[in-house]
């Protein structure tokens, strides 16, 4: 790729040079007339003990004590500098508009084209920024590290397509190269604002063959539009002709929804006549109506009457027999109040004759004692007999001393007992 001219715009260059004081920063950063762009300059350092130093504003000055770095510098003079203090650096902080038109750049179908690229940047915003483009990168790397990226990418890109798609690309390439560079410069203190392709430009006999295309394509587009001119002259004459079918049926339809209309007004009068029948049975049979609702009703007071008649029979007739089983009622009653006063009176007869028997047991108790422990040994006797009776059984322990006690009770055991 040749980095040279393109119709008479030159490559950009960033450099970096020398004044003899801070104050000519201005007029070193507004030099224009050549490709050069000054980005840093370096004051001179002079051999005085203590001197005399204006710093200028606008910029990022940075300086040294003992040629190490300090930092930014405040704008303002400085008098009586001592001469172990220095400005070591004055870095642009302006916008910069870089420049790079390239030759001779092959593209996918391998046509040579001419293609100008234009970006802006800026060092900073902030001093570290500024720090780090002056001593991790400088102008002269700079330079050299952005034209061979702006080259590559240019490269790469018109590679990718064809010559017929360069134009339609340029915003595309804009975008991708300006997210690129912005990734691979913004470490070193550089903002890549802006990337444009500004002009292209395909090889001269190219040129004419596509303008002659394009001559083509408008002459073909001209025979169109006589052809579409011709369509539309037959589409006008068809639309008559469908006009004229489409009055001629409009008339036909006319025709036909008079007869229709006729043909309701006829239905219509059919209706009314029938509607008029219809009123005329409805205003009989709601006569019939009426005198058959007025027997109804003559049928139904004869009925109520009877009916009242034969409720007030009945009723009487109830009355009387009411009266008759609640005498008989009551005269039963009677005979179960009486005969419970006897069995109450019984009751109480009972009741006192067992608390006779109740004393009398009572005081004949000590007798009973003897009595039942008398009757509790033969039946203890009895269970022994069924044990001895149903053989030989091995008890062991507690259980066995108990059961050999009571199988050989003493005297005093069988008294206790």
């Not at 642009?92 to 030759?103: D, E, K, L, M, Q």
């Not at 034209?147 to 590679?159: D, H, K, P, S, T």
């Not at 802006?194 to 004419?208: C, D, F, S, Y």
Request: glycine residues 6%; proline residues 3%.
């Amino acid at each position: 790729m040749d980095i040279g001219s393109f119709e008479g715009q030159m490559h950009s260059r960033c450099v970096q040079r020398r004044v003899s004081a801070p104050t000519d920063a201005a007029g070193a950063f507004n030099e224009s007339g050549n490709q050069d762009i000054c980005l840093v300059i370096v004051p001179s350092t002079t051999s005085l003990c203590c001197q005399f130093v204006s710093i200028p504003s606008g910029f990022f000055v940075l300086y040294q004590r003992w040629y190490q770095n300090q930092g930014e510098l405040t704008p303002g003079f400085k008098a009586c500098w001592p001469f172990w203090f220095r400005v070591s650096h004055v870095v642009n902080a302006a916008t910069i508009t870089y420049s790079a038109p390239s030759r001779q750049v092959p593209t996918a179908d391998n046509v040579m084209i001419d293609i100008n690229l234009s970006l802006t940047f800026n060092i900073g915003p902030s001093t570290e920024d500024a720090e780090s483009f002056v001593y991790l990168l400088g102008c002269t790397r700079f330079d050299e590290f952005l034209a061979a990226e702006v080259e590559e990418g240019i490269r790469g890109l018109v590679y990718s397509v064809t010559h017929d798609r360069v134009n339609d690309l340029r915003e595309e390439f804009a975008q991708n190269m300006l997210a690129s560079l912005s990734a691979k410069f913004r470490p070193f203190g550089v903002q890549i604002k802006n990337v444009k392709v500004t002009e292209t430009r395909l090889p001269r006999i190219l040129a004419e063959s596509l303008e002659q295309t394009t001559t083509f394509r408008t002459r073909i587009s001209e025979v169109a539009k006589k052809h579409e001119n011709t369509i539309r002259v037959l589409q006008d004459e068809a639309s008559q002709e469908l006009e004229q079918v489409l009055r001629v049926n409009s008339r036909r339809k006319q025709d036909l929804l008079a007869q229709c209309t006729r043909y309701e007004i006829e239905h219509k009068e059919i209706i009314d006549e029938m509607v008029g029948q219809a009123r005329v049975q409805e205003m009989e049979s709601k006569s019939k109506m009426d005198v058959l609702v007025t027997q109804a009703k003559g049928n139904l007071e004869v009925a109520t009457a009877e009916g009242q008649k034969e409720a007030e029979e009945i009723k009487r007739k109830m009355q009387i027999a009411t009266q008759k089983r609640k005498v008989e009622v009551d005269q039963a009653a009677n005979t179960i109040r009486l005969e419970s006063e006897g069995v109450v009176a019984k009751a109480d007869n009972d009741a006192e004759a067992l608390k006779a028997t109740a004393k009398a047991e009572d005081l004949s108790t000590p007798g009973l004692k003897e009595k039942r422990k008398y009757t509790l040994e033969w039946q203890r006797l009895h269970i022994l007999e069924a044990l001895a009776k149903d053989g030989r059984r091995f008890v062991t322990g507690d259980l066995g001393k108990a059961l050999l006690k009571d199988m050989v009770p003493t005297g005093d055991g069988m008294l206790k007992k």
